[in-house]
């Protein structure tokens, strides 16, 4: 067991280099978005589902509260934690709908839109990739293996971080890593913390 624990390391790090210099572009344009999002006291609304919408939990943590080190709390809205609305809305209208509704809500001309997905083809965040748009919002996709419908939906203001593997947990840890680099450059773009 030890030496499969091992190899599952080894495969995480691999993947990680593996993407890591055509990410880099990428990252650093989505957080110039988000950035300019913030600057423009403008919020970002972040969503995804099940592991990508705890993804979605973290990264709206690091905003909300802080990454590394002390700064003021940025306007970030998790779209995923409040379950009674979002059974609500599944009920009444159908589950392609649950963040749509809180976007065209709550969501502002030069917000900003983080959705996360390992395949890009959830019917309820291309339904918020719309909703976003319609409001004039920013979108930043991160995405997995060929990026999916999200990717055709997407124009050119928009950015997509697209991890080109076909590993699911894979995805995921590549995922948190650019959620973590979004933090670390938010942070050095607007406070300059190293």
């Known amino acids: 067991m030890n ?3 091992y190899k599952l390391f080894q495969a995480s790090v691999e993947a990680k280099m593996q993407v890591g210099e055509q990410l ?4 650093d344009d989505a ?15 972040i969503c995804g ?9 973290v990264f709206t943590s690091c905003l909300l509260d802080r990454y590394e080190k002390e700064r003021p709390s940025l306007p970030a809205i998790w779209l995923g934690g409040t379950v ?5 809305i599944a009920a009444d209208y159908n589950y392609n709908e649950i963040y ?25 965040l291309v339904s918020a990739v719309t909703a976003a748009h319609d409001r004039n919002m920013d979108v930043i996709a991160l995405t997995g293996r060929d990026g999916g419908d999200l990717s055709s939906l997407l124009d050119v203001n928009d950015v997509e971080i697209c991890v080109n593997i076909n590993s699911r947990s894979r995805i995921h840890e590549v995922h948190l890593l ?17």
Do not use: H, W
């Not at 589902?49 to 939990?57: E, I, V, Y």
């Not at 809500?105 to 890009?120: F, K, M, N, P, Y």
């Open 24 to 27: 880099s572009a990428p990252i």
């Open 100 to 124: 749509s509704k809180p976007i065209r809500a709550l969501g502002q001309e030069r917000d900003a839109l983080v959705v996360i997905s390992t395949s890009g083809n959830s019917g309820n």
């Open 178 to 194: 650019s959620i973590f680099c979004l933090c670390d450059l938010i942070d050095n773009k607007l406070f300059g913390i190293e």
């Open 49 to 57: 589902n099940g592991t990508s919408s705890a993804l979605a939990q």
């Open 3 to 5: 030496q499969r624990i």
């Open 84 to 88: 009674s609305t979002y059974t609500a």
């Open 31 to 45: 957080s110039d978005k988000l950035v300019n999002a913030l600057l423009a006291d403008k919020k970002i609304m």
